[in-house]
């Protein structure tokens, strides 16, 4: 193998692929990055048997040489050493080839580095995956997506499921939930298909895998594949593939979670009750539980409180819009409201209560495609 | 104690004396940090009695009315906790005041924390300098000679007075020397001084001190006053006042460690010099040691190399200029002369060897005001 290739965009790939390399695999091989040479032009693979991503670069793209391959082969490489090494090169071109017993040079203006290679024969292969559910939408809304519900996933292992988003899809409209049991995030968003059949439910990928994904994808409208199979999913961009197998098990039928009375609500502005929570969560940490507490006032004032015995308490007085019900004291883990807070995309939001002791769900008030639910916290 | 603060200011200062305060001390005092009001402004005190930071808010500054003091008096509040809040804190002003039993009262906007304070008597005193030792330097040249010196300072406690910086003032000249017994990074600076005849040596400030010190120095030459005493040094700059205890012990004379004949030298540009050394840092770390080798070669070439059996091993030439002497094979640790480059303030530097066992002396050409000496390492 022997190829010369264009530097920004052979770090830009390598970077990309690095992502699935983890240094603390059991399979060896999985350490390196594979490199394939071709006529049409370089591909690599990183692979931490949950995620592969491959990333393709052409011999040319719009008139510009970026690849010109001598002798096509294919070569495994050390991830760790290799990313490093592409990116301290001098110059913007860089020489690769492969002798004898997978000997690798890499050449770069004055700098050589031989590396020991790895058979590329012992790297697994992709998962095959059949394009029978294939669904489309924009890269920035998926990124969006999945900074607004992954950070809703469990972090622990007693319930393996849960450490995973959910997708469902039907007419037309994906729906991604996440939760750990405590809280609920749930984002719709219309996907383009051509199926208008398209039906799934209980597709459950990783949270880890849909962060790796969140720093591939990129804040453009381009759109992106979705193609799900019984135990993988692909999603394919320009040049880059990235899979991730799914999480076995039933994920809970969340819909009926989600209360339809109200015994008190109101309308309140995102940022000035996000900052109000934040400052009331700087006395709530001690005891690792969060509490917040808050209550109903006259006029539309809403108290926030919290204490920490030792330390001291707080106590900050917001106005909200749209009062109604009973009066309300409820006490809940402010960290979570928080967590949502941030990452809602309106102005406004309008909780509904349902009792001091039953689930609360907070809601944008500009669009009706994102839902955030909670428990309260006993403080008795 | 009342009064009403320009929040900025305040969580300025609150910033700078924080750093002062460790929460693994065991003096309880000390994670809190001391607020004192009196007519003329506010002052907040820092400590961990290696470091003490004093920071002044007047009442008025340029005009501008930063401090309204309702009722002078003092408290103790802990740092954690207060820090955050201040920087939390909704409105532009501030109101802090104290009731009975230390309970302290903060108020901005509609936010209200009650905290719990300590008794600010059982605060220990600042030291009490004699200001018999005093010289001033720009702010920004004492910055750029704690980046020139600070990173060569030992991290081991098997020599403790190696884990500080050496000053030594003589002829209106001022040197600062570090050294971990492997490398030394000297540098010196004309201060300014109404005692021509000032001189000292053996003034050993601990480096972490030094780092802390350079976080609140700012790009500016202003100048700031430094006093030497016995056992402490004090820092002083406009309102702020940095307090840091001396390390006990002889510091090793470091003139006579200098070579001054040279069996090979050459000069060579830093930075391309630099990055080579840095790419072959990637091949030299997984012994630990860093080993880099140099080699001189014909028409004033260096070749620089390492190598790690199982990875690979990387080769690079690179030009240098006035290459004179023997022929030359000298291994060395190639992240500490990496650490002195980076902070050489000159596009050139001159390197002049005594042999391949013997200590070798990096120079700027641009002046002679820095030197960094490194030992060789045995490579068989």
Same mark, same amino acid.
């Given at each position: 193998m022997q190829f010369v290739i264009n530097r920004d965009r052979f770090v830009h790939s390598v970077q990309h692929v690095s992502k699935?390399? #983890? #240094?603390?695999?059991?399979? @060896?091989? /999985?350490?390196g990055i594979k490199i394939v040479a071709t006529k049409e032009g370089v591909t690599l693979t990183g692979s931490d048997s949950d995620i592969s991503i491959e990333s393709f670069i052409p011999t040319e793209e719009n008139d510009k040489v970026l690849v010109e391959v001598l002798e096509e082969g294919s070569i495994v490489l050390q991830a760790k050493y290799f990313a490093e090494i592409v990116k301290k090169l001098p110059e913007g071109q860089i020489e690769l080839s492969v002798q004898d017993q997978f000997a690798t040079t890499i050449r770069s203006g004055s700098a050589v580095f031989n590396l020991n290679g790895l058979d590329p024969e012992e790297y697994p292969r992709l998962p095959q995956v059949e394009e029978h559910h294939v669904f489309r939408l924009p890269q920035d809304l998926l990124k969006n997506i999945i900074r607004q519900t992954g950070?809703?996933? #469990? +972090?622990? =292992? $007693?319930? @393996?499921? /849960?450490?995973g988003v959910n997708l469902t899809v039907e007419n037309e409209e994906l729906i991604c939930t996440a939760t750990d049991s405590h809280r609920l995030a749930m984002r719709k968003a219309k996907i383009e298909t051509n199926n208008t059949e398209l039906h799934f439910e209980n597709v459950v990928i990783p949270g880890k895998s849909l962060s790796e994904l969140s720093k591939v /994808? !990129? !804040? $453009?409208?381009q759109l992106i594949d979705v193609v799900v199979t019984e135990s993988q999913v692909l999603f394919r961009l320009n040049n880059l593939l990235f899979f991730s197998r799914l999480l076995d098990g039933k994920y809970p039928? $969340?819909?009926?979670?989600? @209360? $339809?009375? #109200?015994k008190t609500e109101f309308k309140i502005k995102t940022k000035p009750f996000l900052q109000t929570l934040e400052r009331a969560l700087l006395l709530s940490r001690e005891g690792k539980n969060n509490v917040i507490n808050l209550k109903t006032l006259e006029e539309g004032e809403i108290e926030i409180t919290s204490i920490t015995p030792e330390i001291g308490k707080v106590t900050e007085k917001i106005k909200s819009s749209d009062l109604s019900g009973e009066d309300l004291r409820i006490s809940f883990n402010g960290k979570n409201v928080i967590d949502a807070l941030k990452v809602v995309d309106s102005e406004e939001i309008h909780i509904v209560f349902t009792g001091a002791m039953s689930p609360f769900v907070v809601r944008p +008030? =500009?669009?009706? /495609?994102a839902l955030h639910l909670f428990s309260p916290v006993r403080t008795y």
């Open positions: 699935a390399v #983890s #240094s603390r695999t059991t399979i @060896p091989i /999985l350490t950070f809703a996933v #469990s +972090t622990q =292992e $007693t319930r @393996p499921v /849960l450490t /994808l !990129e !804040e $453009t409208d039928v $969340t819909k009926n979670m989600i @209360p $339809t009375h #109200s +008030t =500009e669009h009706d /495609l």
